[in-house]
């Protein structure tokens, strides 16, 4: 499998000096196992993947979309193939109506020209929390996290390999297992470190973690590394190197996930893997 960020900021892009080098888009995170394609979310970021993918011939790929909040659909419609009425896009989702009515108000006036139809064929399928699909070879599974309106975090499993996709999710006791749970033994975890420790406790209830939480997480999962996901719009890229800092040294195998980072799994991750253990 091949994991390469297409998006990490949270909330709203955030495009600038003060971004230029982890990137201003929101979230989108393209994973290609063999011939099949999995993106994680639809934000801004999904814009480019669509250019890359132009000349790559694909026909077909799966949304796994987290929610419908605003910042990880509204780059859907700048993204070409959705347009192209011989392009497949399965979207799994927690809630199917939701999700497709999200979508469609995207495209109407007055926010969008109605005469802009999204051709490709949509397929949606439901995923509850604890629920799995098949997909090829890839084993797909939900997990319900703590965010206003709820969220799913994705387990994406292709032979000896797992990432796991878990952003926009609030820690508290009881969330803690469960994505501990969730991400056990994975080679790579996506976590929601939007905030600080300081900056937490002014934004409790607005459903997002901290660096320290993540790193927690990633600890009692025995993950292989952990990306810091879905920046604050505010944070630049200066702090956020800060941050990843400081997250390393309660888990060392940490990075802060950067537009345009590749990861190629079975390759960099067992690499960094031994690396670790040698720490
Ligand atoms: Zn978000
Ligand atoms: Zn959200």
Redesign the pocket.
């Given at each position: 499998m091949k994991l390469t960020y297409y998006g990490v900021r949270?909330?709203i892009a955030s495009p600038g000096n003060h971004t230029a080098k982890y990137g201003g888009n929101t979230s989108c995170v393209a994973i290609q196992a063999d011939d099949d394609l999995f993106v994680c979310d639809a934000g801004t970021g999904i814009r480019k993947l669509g250019k890359d993918l132009l000349n790559q011939g694909t026909k077909h790929m799966v949304l796994l979309l987290?929610?419908a909040?605003a910042?990880?659909i509204e780059g859907i419609r700048f993204f070409p193939q959705a347009y192209n009425p011989h392009f497949t896009i399965d979207v799994f989702c927690q809630h199917q109506q939701e999700c497709s009515d999200a979508i469609k108000k995207l495209q109407e006036a007055p926010l969008f020209p109605s005469s802009a139809k999204l051709n490709a064929k949509f397929h949606y399928h439901e995923l509850k929390d604890g629920e799995s699909a098949l997909v090829g070879e890839t084993r797909i599974t939900a997990a319900r996290l703590e965010?206003?309106?709820s969220?799913l975090a994705y387990r994406i499993t292709r032979n000896k390999h797992t990432i796991v996709y878990a952003?926009?999710n609030e820690d508290s006791a009881r969330n803690k297992e469960r994505l501990v749970d969730v991400a056990r033994g994975a080679d790579v975890l996506i976590c929601d470190a939007q905030y600080t420790p300081e900056e937490f406790k002014n934004r409790i209830g607005w459903?997002?973690s901290t660096y320290e939480q993540c790193a927690t997480v990633a600890n009692n999962a025995g993950v292989g590394q952990l990306h810091l996901f879905h920046h604050d719009p505010e944070r630049s890229d200066e702090a956020l190197e800060a941050i990843v800092g400081s997250a390393q040294h309660l888990f060392a195998n940490t990075n802060a996930a950067r537009e345009g980072l590749e990861v190629h799994l079975g390759r960099d991750t067992e690499v960094r893997r031994r690396e670790a253990v040698n720490v």
């Open positions: 949270g909330s987290s929610h909040h910042d990880h965010h206003p309106g969220v952003t926009d459903g997002h």
